[in-house]
């Protein structure tokens, strides 16, 4: 079967299965192998540009017909596709499904079109099943979601039994200028990781919030994994936060207990990588109960200055994703 991938997630369920795609995204890298393959899309935004300037250009995009992101519709037709995975969630995350319907009009081959829209674990299980039920892998999806849930459940049972004021209040940012509050399956995993996530409830949408609000909560712990983000560019954007009013009078600075994630990776990218997720965020929530997490996933947030200093320039792209 001939699969093409419109989002990085898709593109690791689809490897999940043991399958590899003709064709991807211009965001998709993992497995490494996907960053050679051919991609159909391209941004219309400068996603090297700092965090405030990223929201400047997609709330522009946003206002004409174009659309944050552009399809490679030749190429799509030289494919030859019988399956194209996109999704519903977000336009300005990947392609999503109405671009990729446009797209497929145009074209001779007629694929089936499978959209995930993920807000929960459970969803992204599912959509695992989805995948391996489109493609003929229904056992070998029954397999990994059972092996994925395995390694769930032993986070959950090491953090069942923490008391309720043993759980520190927890923020993760997944954007900082403005300052947004993660959501969707975010919830969940810190509740699972053993601790308490009061800004938005499991399934809601990861939403801008007031800076005086995120005061009053005085979060024990902070998470800063912004959407699209790996450590590099968090690190030099974290003036977005460390520079804001009251910033150094939240609990969880006072405590040094400030961590920054690979957003780009691992916390916003809905595929089998979430449960890697979960396994970096519960030592950071409770390090007394966790071996600490691998230094490519997370780093406290002190230590993104090395980050910073370390960056000589804009992210390498290949060819074919340059805008």
């Known amino acids: 079967m001939r699969i093409v991938t419109t989002l990085p997630s898709a593109t690791e369920l689809v490897a999940a299965l043991g399958l590899e795609p003709v064709g991807v995204s211009h965001e998709c890298d993992y497995p ?13 935004i400068d996603t090297d540009a700092s965090s405030e300037e990223i929201d400047r250009q997609v709330l522009e995009v946003g206002e004409t017909d174009d659309g944050v992101y552009e399809v490679d519709v030749d190429l799509l037709a030289e494919l030859e596709p019988d399956l194209i995975v996109t999704q519903g969630m977000c336009d300005v995350c990947a392609v999503d499904e109405a671009v990729i319907a446009d797209a497929v009009a145009r074209i001779e081959s007629d694929p089936d079109v499978l959209t995930v829209d993920p807000h929960t674990v459970a969803d992204v299980l599912d959509d695992l099943e989805r995948v ?8 070998r999806a029954r397999e990994v979601r059972a092996e994925l849930e395995e390694r769930i459940d032993a986070v959950r049972e090491r953090t069942a039994g923490i008391a309720g004021e043993e759980r520190p209040r ?154």
Do not use: K
């Open 132 to 139: 391996g039920r489109a493609t003929g892998r229904e056992e």
């Open 32 to 44: 490494p192998s996907a960053a050679s393959l051919p991609s159909i899309t391209r941004s219309r």
């Open 170 to 323: 927890v923020a993760v940012f997944d954007w900082t200028d403005p300052a947004m509050i993660a959501g969707h399956w975010t919830a969940e995993l810190v509740d699972w990781a053993g601790g308490e996530y009061g800004l938005a409830d499991v399934g809601q949408r990861s939403t801008p919030r007031e800076w005086e609000e995120i005061l009053e909560y005085n979060p024990e712990l902070v998470v800063v994994a912004p959407c699209g983000f790996g450590l590099e560019q968090t690190a030099t954007n974290r003036t977005d936060l460390i520079d804001r009013e009251g910033w150094d009078e939240l609990a969880a600075v006072r405590e040094d207990r400030v961590w920054a994630m690979d957003g780009h990776h691992y916390l916003n990218r809905p595929g089998p990588r979430l449960v890697d997720t979960l396994e970096a965020l519960a030592p950071i929530v409770h390090p007394e109960r966790f071996d600490g997490p691998p230094e490519s996933v997370a780093v406290p947030f002190e230590d993104l200055e090395e980050f910073a200093s370390n960056a000589s320039g804009p992210t390498e792209t290949r060819a074919d994703q340059a805008p």
